[in-house]
Nanobody, 126 residues
Framework: DVQLQASGGGLVQTGGSLRLSCTVSGFTFKDYAIGWFRQAPGKEREGVSVIATDGKSYYADSVKGRFTISSDNAKNTAYLQMSSLKPEDTAVYYC????????????????????WGQGTLVTVSS
């Protein structure tokens, strides 16, 4: 079974930092692109960041310069380091994986990902 487990969410003040983790099992981690997405109440799910198997990355404009995506093949885990957090970053954050790395995948489009984990809530207080 393919499983993705996101963790690391919590409550943080504006300007603070959090690191999310996405631990995967059931597939060869290094062969898959990993994406981070978020969904705020009443809004559509949006792509935040993606890391491809060759290390190339994508960031949404809203998080560029503040968030950093990385991966550790030995631990089958991807990370999203979030800094300078803003109240508008409040959302449930999800990680996802896809073997085929196409245009949708690297644009952070949810339709470009086949496997999803449960979310972890990030709340940024003002």
């Amino acid at each position: 079974d393919v499983q993705l487990q996101a963790s690391g969410g919590g409550l943080v003040q504006t300007g603070g930092s959090l690191r999310l983790s996405c631990t995967v099992s059931g597939f060869t981690f290094k062969d898959y692109a990993i994406g981070w997405f978020r969904q705020a109440p009443g809004k559509e799910r949006e792509g935040v960041s993606v890391i491809a198997t060759d290390g190339k990355s994508y960031y949404a404009d809203s998080v560029k310069g503040r968030f950093t995506i990385s991966s550790d093949n030995a631990k089958n885990t991807a990370y999203l380091q979030m800094s300078s957090l803003k109240p508008e970053d409040t959302a449930v954050y999800y990680c996802a994986a896809n073997e085929f790395i196409g245009i949708l995948t690297m644009k952070g489009d949810p339709d470009g990902f086949d496997y999803w984990g449960q979310g972890t809530l990030v709340t940024v207080s003002s």
